[in-house]
Every structure is written in structure tokens, then in C-alpha cells.
């Protein structure tokens, strides 16, 4: 496995109208006199294999926008963004999952959706339900679950995705302890064989068990990059 | 600036076809899972739910209320049956990018299918509405005729003109959300600018010739040959929405590829 990242003066831009509604490009040439925000811009950075990687930094400073420019759900408006490995990703609290549908429905929607082979097949519905911890309730709908069983599922099924690159974006901060081993242990085995764990949140402690690396982003670019405990350092002073 | 997104990736490699199936499968029938819901009652709410639609408005028309022509609950029922698809398909592609948020916000996936998902669910809805031309036919006791076998190419037109609408209408959903009522009307009134009411013959004058430039007035002339009429439909009938389905398709194609880049920025 011989996963990295390489972003070399990447830029997300965000249109929005007279009425600071986000809009696409086609939608603000025709409605002009809109505003643009940069979610990141001129940003630079190189992950390699083996390494885990968190991203601090106060709220609005682009972890998510850089995270989901790297699980190519956005777009790089600017500048170069290299991405080798198959990404798993845990990035939104609601992991991609339809309220309406059970647990089991969307395990077979988001495993078709991320390429598993046999998605509707029951030995991987089974593990699945077995590695979320779910039980019973994996037959039940989503929307009677706490935020937590969400990540469990999501979590789950981002993992057997097999990914050499694994992102995870404040929604593991949902799970309970007993889940947090879970997920550390997976991100510590996934480092080992040279995958890549990028990881964005406020629990530091989390954080630390995943990622000996940080990155601290300000304004969607990157302000202080080195060891966990020196870029913390750092954050506290932002 | 690299373009990172594979939006329509390798389309002529079988793999990816069997991949965009099995993707447009899934999210088929999850729509129709959140709509029908599990168990066998699934099965009767498909079935009925074009009667609570449709159904009882077309037996007032058979049985209360006096109108002209050959068979008038049945020729309506050939405007209103395939009309209900193609409004379903666009209604269902309007919401179809935001319905799915969480999905689009956590994982790269074909968004091109997005449409063509709206498109499915609604087909699987129209086939139990094909049961009440059935059921108009039997009232009116009109025999089918071996003009019943053109039925499936006039059925692949309504899709494909509901697949052509389905890709405007998701970016209209996406750019104006809080215009889908506006959406909604304005698809009515393409209704009501067609032969639905009354079939083609009995609009007379230059009203009669305007309506033909309504590819809506080819799909329902179409259903009443086949089925009332016992006669092969006209090929202008079928041609027509098939020419304006392609131009239609030619026009939102490049826009949505172009567009579905930035759902992701727009949606939260």
C-alpha cells in the first residue's frame, strides 16, 4: 500500500448570492453582484503513507471543506490535489444514512453506493451488523438512532470499505469509549500497513489516540503543521 | 486546476455499466422502500395508491358526470396515467439532490444518476397506474386491439421524455428550491396546453395545431390509439417528444455535468 496526499495551493470557493445563499457557479454568473468565500485557499500539504494526521483548528477554519475536497465530495477550484488510495469516510453525523430506511437498507445503499462487492449479500450484512454493535436495532429505522449508533454504522461500513486512506470528521466523537477503541485500534492497524488517517474534531485527547501528526488550519489554510502536542500548542493560542 | 471528480467515468467499460446499475438500483429502490414502506401491505399500497390519485377522479368522470366522445373516462385516463409519471418523475427529481444530502456530503458516487433514480421510482409507481387503463377498458367494454402491441414503445417515450425532464428539473431544484410549487403549476399547465381534457379530434382550429408543439399531446394521443382508437399511433405521435426528449437531453446534459460538481457546496 503505498497511499499519500499531495496538495499543492488548493482553493475551494463557495458562491453565495445578494441574499448570502450558497449558489452554484452557472446560478451567481446569472444572479452577478454575489460575494465568494474561500473555504480553503493557497493550500499546501503532503501526507505520506503510515502517518496519521489531525486537523485542528477553530470552527470555519476548513477541516470539513479539506476533508471532503479529499473524499472528492468537493471539488478543488484552484491549485493541485493528489490522492492516492481508496478513501473510506466518516464525514457528516448523519454518515450517509436515509432516515426512513433501517439500518440494514442503508447498510446495502451506502455499500453500493462505496463499490463493496455483494452489497446485499447476508455475510456482509451480518458482519456489518456484528462490527456496528447495532443488534437489534440494525433492522430498525435510522431515524430512531442516537447520533452514535449513526457513527457506529457508518463507521462500520467506511471500514469495510477496506480504504488505504481513512477520514474521519467529528462524528466519531459521537461514539461511546468502548467504540473509540474500536476506531483507534482500526486507524493504529490501517497506519501499520501504510494507510493514512486524517482525522478533524475538538476532542484533543481523541485525536492524540489516532494522529501523532497535526495540522492546525486558519482561514482554509494551513498555519502551524508538526507534532500533536507542538501544534496544539499552537491552537490554543488561535 | 486538476479535475479530480470522475462524474461519468469510463462509460464504455461493461464494469462501470453493471457499477451504475447496481447504484441506480439501490438508490431505486430506496426511494421506493421510504415510499411503500415492508411487508406484504407494500404490495397494496402500490396498487392503490394510483386509485387515491387518479382513480377517483376518473370514475366520477364514468360514471357522474356526462361528457361527449367514445369512452371519455378512458380517454382521459390516457392523459392523466401517463401525465402522472412524467409530473412524478420531475416533482421527484426537483427534491432528488437535497432528499439526498447526506449521502452527497459523505461519499463521491455517480451523482448523474441522481435523475435517472427520480425517473425509476416513478416508473415502478406508473406500472400499477397501468391497471387503471385496464379497469377503463373493461367499463367501457373497448376489446383491445394488436395495436396493444405498439403499448411498450409508447410507454418507452413517456420514459424518455421523463428521463429528459428529470435532469432540468433536479438543476431547477437545486438553483430555486423554494420554487417547487411555481414547478409544480407550471408542469399542470402543460397539461392543460395538451389534448388531456378532450382528446386531439375534438380540438378544432388553430388551437389544435399549437397543441401538437406540446410533446405532451403525442405521449396521450398515442395511449388513446393504442387503446381506445385500436389503431397503430401516427409516428409524429412517438417522433416528436423523442426528438424533444434529445434536444431537451442535449441541452440540460452538459449543464447538469457541469453543475453536479458543486452540489456538494449548495446543499448544507
Not at chain 2, 16 to 41: F, I, K
Not at chain 2, 120 to 136: D, I, K, Q, R, Y
Amino acid at each position: 500500500m503505498t497511499a499519500s496526499i499531495q496538495a499543492e495551493g488548493v482553493g475551494v470557493r463557495f458562491l453565495l448570492d445578494r441574499q448570502r445563499r450558497l449558489v452554484t457557479p452557472m446560478l451567481a454568473t446569472l444572479r452577478r453582484r454575489g460575494t465568494e468565500v474561500w473555504g480553503l485557499r493557497h493550500l499546501d500539504l503532503r501526507i505520506e503513507a503510515g502517518e496519521g494526521v489531525a486537523l485542528l483548528g477553530p470552527s470555519g477554519a476548513g477541516k470539513t471543506t479539506l476533508l471532503r475536497t479529499i473524499a472528492r465530495v468537493l471539488h478543488p477550484d484552484e491549485g493541485r490535489l493528489r490522492v492516492r488510495g481508496h478513501v473510506g469516510s466518516l464525514l457528516s453525523v448523519e454518515a450517509g444514512l436515509v432516515p426512513t430506511l433501517t439500518g440494514r437498507e442503508n447498510a446495502v445503499l451506502v455499500a453500493t453506493l462505496i463499490g463493496l462487492p455483494q452489497p446485499g449479500s447476508d455475510a456482509l450484512l451480518d458482519e456489518l451488523r456484528a462490527r456496528s454493535g447495532l443488534g437489534e436495532a440494525f433492522d430498525r429505522p435510522v431515524a430512531s438512532f442516537s447520533q452514535g449508533m449513526h457513527a457506529r454504522l457508518g463507521f462500520a461500513l467506511a471500514e469495510r470499505a477496506r480504504p488505504d486512506i481513512l477520514l474521519l470528521d467529528e462524528v466519531h466523537e459521537a461514539l461511546d469509549h468502548e467504540f473509540r477503541d474500536v476506531i483507534a485500534d482500526v486507524a493504529g492497524e490501517l497506519r501499520q500497513a501504510g494507510g493514512i488517517v486524517l482525522a478533524a474534531g475538538h476532542d484533543h485527547a481523541l485525536l492524540e489516540r489516532l494522529c501523532d501528526r497535526a495540522v492546525l488550519l486558519e482561514h482554509g489554510s494551513v498555519r502551524a503543521d508538526g507534532s500533536f502536542a507542538e501544534v496544539q500548542l499552537a491552537a490554543a493560542e488561535v | 486546476m486538476r479535475r479530480v471528480s470522475k462524474p461519468f467515468p469510463h462509460r464504455d467499460s461493461s464494469r462501470d455499466l453493471a457499477r451504475s446499475l447496481a447504484v441506480l438500483r439501490a438508490l431505486t429502490v430506496s426511494d421506493l422502500r421510504a415510499r411503500y414502506g415492508r411487508g406484504p401491505a407494500r404490495l397494496l399500497k402500490w396498487l392503490l395508491d394510483p386509485f387515491a390519485v387518479v382513480g377517483v377522479y376518473l370514475l366520477l368522470v364514468t360514471f357522474l358526470l356526462e361528457r361527449e366522445g367514445p369512452a371519455p373516462g378512458l380517454s382521459l385516463a390516457c392523459a392523466v396515467v401517463p401525465f402522472q409519471l412524467l409530473m412524478l418523475a420531475i416533482l421527484n427529481a426537483i427534491g432528488a439532490v437535497n432528499r439526498r444530502k447526506a449521502i452527497l456530503l459523505n461519499m463521491e458516487f455517480r451523482r448523474g444518476l441522481l435523475p435517472l433514480a427520480s425517473v425509476g421510482t416513478e416508473s415502478v409507481a406508473f406500472g400499477a397506474s397501468l391497471v387503471l387503463l385496464a379497469l377503463m377498458m373493461v367499463i367501457y367494454g373497448v376489446a383491445p386491439t394488436i395495436a396493444i402491441l405498439w403499448l411498450p414503445l409508447v410507454i418507452a417515450t413517456t420514459i424518455v421524455l421523463a428521463v429528459a425532464c428529470a435532469y432540468p428539473a433536479s438543476l431547477f431544484g437545486v438553483w430555486f428550491p423554494d420554487l417547487r410549487v411555481f414547478a409544480a403549476s407550471f408542469v399542470r399547465t402543460m397539461f392543460f396546453l395538451a389534448p388531456g381534457l378532450v382528446a386531439l379530434n375534438e380540438v378544432s382550429g388553430r388551437a389544435g395545431d399549437l397543441v401538437r408543439l406540446n410533446p405532451l399531446t403525442g405521449i396521450f394521443e398515442s395511449y388513446r390509439d393504442t387503446l381506445l382508437y385500436g389503431q397503430r399511433p401516427a409516428a409524429w405521435q412517438v417522433l416528436y417528444p423523442l426528438a424533444f426528449s434529445l434536444v431537451l437531453l442535449l441541452l440540460a446534459g452538459p449543464l447538469y455535468r457541469r453543475e453536479q460538481r458543486h452540489f456538494a457546496k449548495v446543499v448544507e
